[in-house]
């Protein structure tokens, strides 16, 4: 069964102070590995697709990468409006989405 | 990206009764879309996989006949609730491949449900 493991729970962070958010994974014949933004009360938002291990796609200060066992998403210089839950997900037969990681940026 | 919209946002009725959720491809065609449901503090998970012209595909422990998918069209799936019950209140939210064998799902803005 395909599983999605994302840590932390949940991370704090000042602006300005980069991290990165982790997904291990383990999938039977991946398809695909998404990364999404999700804020209170409304639908996922996409953020990047990765399909095989060495793959790495940047937007504004996200960053994701891939391996065979995992995925991080580097946040680098975080404002306040990146505060949201972060979801992984990894698609074989279908999308299996991850837990979250809730992340605070502080002014 | 794609855009997906769904009505209503948010919804209350009493228990017992049924409810339409509207599932709407805005600028493109989705011969494939996708139910989900999310409870309070929990991820997503996915409930059904609606075909375009064809029956509903239900994830293991989903009652079909408690939630019907209709894809009538390209551009729309539907989702009702039949008989609703308080354990029923949840985040509903429904997504879409932009195109033919493209992985990346682009998901609607969803629908709370309260039954009461």
Known sequence: ?107 | GAVVSQHPSWVICKSGTSVKIECRSLDFQATTMFWYRQFPKQSLMLMATSNEGSKATYEQGVEKDKFLINHASLTLSTLTVTSAHPEDSSFYICSAHEASGQETQYFGPGTRLLVL
């Not at chain 1, 200060?61 to 992984?88: G, M, N, Q, V, W």
């Open chain 1, 1 to 107: 069964e395909d599983q999605v493991t994302q840590s932390p729970e949940a991370l704090r962070l000042q602006e300005g102070e980069s991290s990165s958010l982790n997904c291990s994974y383990t999938v039977s014949g991946l398809r695909g590995l998404f990364w999404y933004r999700q804020d209170p009360g409304k639908g996922p938002e996409f953020l990047f697709t990765l399909y095989s291990a060495g793959e790495e796609k940047e937007k504004e200060r996200l960053k994701a990468t891939l391996t065979k066992k995992e995925s991080f998403l580097h946040i680098t210089a975080p404002k306040p409006e990146d505060s949201a839950t972060y979801l992984c997900a990894v698609h074989g037969n279908k999308l299996v989405f991850g837990a979250g990681t809730i992340l605070r940026v502080k002014s």
